[in-house]
Antibody
């Protein structure tokens, strides 16, 4: 069974940094595209970033480009999202999601999410 | 990139069929067969129901089916049951730099 468990969320001041982690199990981590998606509570979803299986290809939403960095440690089956220069509008539940071996297919398996609150 | 448009709410009685629409553009739903549907209960992780427009995810009841016509995808739930009451959202690959666009979400109520 595919399982994804996020951690690292919390309260941070504007301009601050946070690193999210996502530990995966039940699948071969370096085979699939991995994603981060966020959801403002009670509102819509927004795709944030993706990384290919060997960690060599990344892509970011325009609103986080230059501030967020996605990476992975395949030996630990763990995906990361380093978030710098955080803004109030980054406040959201952040989901780690497993994609497919097909790059274009939307992520299908999601974790429970971790809440990031950016506020002074 | 605008969100995909879904009705805010859909309701039906047990045993009935309902259909949720998801309207996009020729850059997303109209261009690719990479449309997925998710079910989300309050406070829970989204659960994949349908992928690639009409393929059911593993373990999903055959009461759930997906289709697409032009720029609009649809999710049909037949034989509505109480446990189907949840939020549903669609997503599609898009040719824009956003890569993936999500629906506005639909709350399904079983009367």
């Amino acid at each position: 069974e595919v399982q994804l468990v996020e951690s690292g969320g919390g309260l941070v001041q504007p301009g601050g940094s946070l690193r999210l982690s996502c530990e995966g199990s039940g699948f071969t981590f370096n085979t699939y595209w991995m994603h981060w998606v966020r959801q403002v509570p009670g509102k819509g979803l927004m795709w944030v970033s993706r990384l290919n299986g060997d960690g060599s290809v990344t892509k970011y939403a325009d609103s986080v480009k230059g501030r967020f960095t996605i990476s992975s440690d395949n030996a630990k089956n763990t995906l990361y999202l380093q978030m710098n220069n955080l803004r109030a509008e980054d406040t959201a539940i952040y989901y780690c999601a497993r994609g497919s071996i097909i790059a274009a297919r939307p992520p299908g398996h999601w974790g429970q999410g971790t809440l990031v609150t950016v506020s002074s | 990139q605008s969100a995909l448009t879904q009705p805010a709410s859909v309701s039906g009685s047990p045993g009935q069929s309902i259909t949720i629409s998801c309207t996009g553009t020729s850059s997303d739903i109209g261009a690719y067969n990479y449309v997925s549907w998710f079910q989300q209960h309050p406070g829970k992780a989204p659960q994949l129901m349908i992928y690639d427009v009409s393929d059911r995810a593993s373990g999903v009841s055959n009461r759930f089916s997906g289709s697409k016509s032009g720029n609009t995808a649809s999710l049909t739930i037949s034989g509505l049951q109480a446990e189907d009451e949840a939020d549903y959202f669609c997503t599609s690959y898009t040719s824009s730099s956003t890569l993936y666009v999500f629906g506005t979400g639909t709350k399904v109520t079983v009367l």
